[in-house]
């Protein structure tokens, strides 16, 4: 798609995985039409706002939902993956507000370990159900008694019968409210959330796979942009330099009725020297850090991937 480009001090440390979140979920209604969505990314905030049209001649209640990112314990008990806010069930910080007036919607938590819902059982020795509230979580089991810890890993949940195991089950989470739809008149819905983002070190050989142009559309534009970076960069002897992904699933929109009328996206890569790219044809260059893409009657075809390049880590949250 797109680039352009940087500098910036970076360092060496372990790469980590996105964790992929999108936009919310509605019970599919016929009536329910999505007028437009103004979907804004950036590094540190993706928000989204809705105007929804009833078009029956009656109020519609339904329930809408946002579904945050799974988190399996199993996968990522190695990985450098921090969450945005690790010390809370809302590790995304997820607000949403409705014609303007905030909106706290209820918060389901489950926790599986396989097939079989361990959610009673964590909760029954205060353990928090994210196993990637790592300090919660190694507070509480150093709470518990040496018996019940032995139980808890002979069960498959922890590591090992210690006070600093890894945490093995996978959480699922969403927020979930009712909303009434008026009939005859437009209801604004906005929400945002800080992104789990992904990082990597990035050297030339890796962007210029197919594999990887194609997951980000790196052009040749942007693979240039690579290596002046990586000549730029701090990590240049060693032909690195520091990439992130920030998910978004566009296809949770499939749940409303019809088309989007009006479609924008807007990406913004945070500094004018950082490079970007995702996958968009028609992309347009709005300000020094931002690119616009827009459709009419859009049908949600493909996920976002949005790479951003850069040799400044404080820019991409890297500690």
Same mark, same amino acid.
């Given at each position: ?6 500098? =910036?001090?970076?360092?060496? &440390? ?8 999108? =936009? ?27 105007? %929804?049209? !009833? ?10 939902? %946002? *579904? ?13 993956? +921090? ?7 809302? %590790?995304?910080?997820? /607000? ?12 389901? #938590?489950?926790?599986?370990? =396989? ?14 159900? !994210? ?39 996978? +959480? ?60 730029? +960069? ?6 690195? /330099? ?9 296809? /949770?929109?499939? !749940? ?9 996206? /807007? ?19 709005? =300000? ?5 893409? #827009?459709?009419?009657?859009?049908? *949600? ?8 390049? +850069? &040799? ?8």
């Amino acid at each position: 798609m797109m680039a352009a480009f940087l500098s =910036g001090p970076a360092q060496a &440390n372990d790469s980590a995985a996105a964790l992929d979140a999108g =936009g919310l979920v509605l019970v599919r209604d016929p009536d329910i039409a999505l007028a437009s969505e103004d979907l804004r990314i950036g590094l540190d905030r993706i928000a989204v706002d809705y105007v %929804f049209r !009833n078009t029956s001649a009656a109020p519609k209640t339904l329930r809408i939902a %946002f *579904p945050l990112p799974a988190i399996d314990g199993a996968q990522l008990s190695t990985s450098a993956l +921090s969450l945005p806010f690790e010390d809370r069930a809302n %590790f995304v910080g997820f /607000t949403v507000t409705v014609d303007g007036v905030p909106v706290t919607p209820q918060l389901e #938590e489950r926790a599986y370990l =396989g097939t079989r819902e361990v959610t009673a059982l964590l909760t029954r020795h205060g353990l928090p159900l !994210n196993p990637l509230r790592r300090k919660d979580l190694e507070a509480a089991v150093k709470r518990l008694d040496p018996a019940t810890q032995q139980e808890l890993a002979k069960a498959g949940l922890m590591s090992d019968p210690s006070d600093m195991p890894d945490f093995l089950w996978r +959480s699922e989470a969403k927020f979930h409210w009712e909303q009434t739809f008026p009939a005859g008149r437009d209801l604004r819905v906005s929400h945002a959330y800080v992104p789990v983002k992904g990082n990597h070190l990035l050297a030339v050989a890796e962007a210029a796979t197919p594999a990887y142009r194609a997951r980000y559309c790196l052009d040749d534009a942007g693979l240039a942009g690579v290596r002046r970076l990586i000549a730029t +960069s701090p990590m240049k002897g060693q032909g690195l /330099t520091r990439a992130v992904e920030v998910p978004y699933i566009v296809t /949770t929109a499939r !749940n409303w009725a019809g088309r989007i009328g009006r479609f924008t996206l /807007t990406v913004d890569k945070g500094s004018p020297a950082a490079l970007v790219s995702f996958c968009r044809t028609g992309v347009r260059k709005t =300000g020094p850090t931002t690119f616009v893409w #827009e459709a009419q009657d859009y049908v *949600p075809d493909a996920d976002l991937r949005i790479l951003i390049v +850069s &040799n400044d880590d404080a820019l991409l949250g890297i500690r």
